[in-house]
């Protein structure tokens, strides 16, 4: 199993270290600020409290061996951007980091860090995008202009094929997963009929998923 670290235990760095620790995964949680570390110790595998701008001790703890280090650090950008680098020459396989806005974002790509994320940005599109479109149920951003999206069957595809519907050839996006009920076939075939109540699971450039979303 993958080893994480959490470093700043601000809301989103507790929800991504108690999520983890949840799902049984082992979880290294590490804040400044001793209060931080002592409301999660509970909760993760170990909790520690310093300075993570300071290379000496995160080596000292094995920070170098963690599969994945998530970057939580928000207000302090210095911090936020010293650690990115730390973790990265530690050796660190993936280094996700959190960042205010995209020139912050592009200083940790330059870093190295593997995944920049905008929480704050991110969870404002997902949520703008479900208020207006009431039959998706998720959305997930792939690349700038390609998403995920789970998405209701809509009448006119109730007891058609996936040949017949060829939303392929009509909206150049792919089903990837139906899901019908509790059951999920991840490989549905071009002869696969569409039931009322099916979910499809949908890959495309945001704009053909646009259209889709009208049929
Ligand atoms: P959120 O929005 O997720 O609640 P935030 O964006 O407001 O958080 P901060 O509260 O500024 O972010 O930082 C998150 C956590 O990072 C804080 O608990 C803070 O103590 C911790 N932190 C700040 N600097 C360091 C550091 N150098 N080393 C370790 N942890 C740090
Ligand atoms: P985020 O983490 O999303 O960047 P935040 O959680 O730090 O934001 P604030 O910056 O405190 O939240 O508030 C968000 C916005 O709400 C600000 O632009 C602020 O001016 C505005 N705001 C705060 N109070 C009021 C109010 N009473 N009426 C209208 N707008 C308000
Ligand atoms: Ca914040």
């Known amino acids: 199993m993958k080893q994480f670290v959490i470093i700043?235990?601000?809301r989103f760095g507790t929800s991504v270290a108690k999520?983890?620790?949840?799902?049984?995964?082992?979880v290294l949680a590490?804040?400044?600020?001793e209060e931080k570390v002592q409301e999660i110790s509970d909760e993760v595998t170990h909790a520690v409290n310093l300075d993570a701008t300071n290379k000496k001790a995160l080596t000292n703890l094995g920070v170098g061996n963690f599969d994945v280090?998530?970057?939580?650090?928000?207000?302090?950008?210095?911090a936020n951007i010293l650690t990115t680098l730390i973790l990265k020459e530690l050796g660190v396989e993936e280094v996700v980091a959190k960042a205010q806005d995209s020139l912050h974002g592009r200083i940790l790509t330059k870093l190295g860090a593997?995944?920049?994320v905008y929480p704050e940005h991110d969870m404002g599109t997902r949520i703008a995008n479900h208020l207006v479109s009431a039959q998706i149920l998720d959305y997930i951003e792939l690349a700038p202009n390609y998403s995920v999206i789970e998405i209701k069957a809509s009448s006119k595809m109730y007891g058609r094929s996936?040949?017949?519907l060829s939303l392929r050839t009509k909206f150049g996006v792919n089903v990837v997963a139906i899901k019908r009920g509790k059951k999920i076939d991840v490989s549905p075939q071009a002869e696969t009929k569409i039931e009322e109540k099916d979910t499809l699971i949908v890959i495309g450039s945001n704009d053909s998923l646009?259209?889709?979303k009208k049929f």
């Open 8 to 10: 700043g235990l601000g």
């Open 19 to 26: 999520t983890l620790a949840y799902k049984y995964y082992d």
């Open 30 to 33: 590490i804040d400044i600020n």
């Open 69 to 78: 280090a998530v970057v939580s650090i928000g207000e302090d950008v210095h």
């Open 114 to 116: 593997d995944r920049v």
């Open 162 to 164: 996936l040949l017949d």
């Open 210 to 212: 646009e259209e889709l």
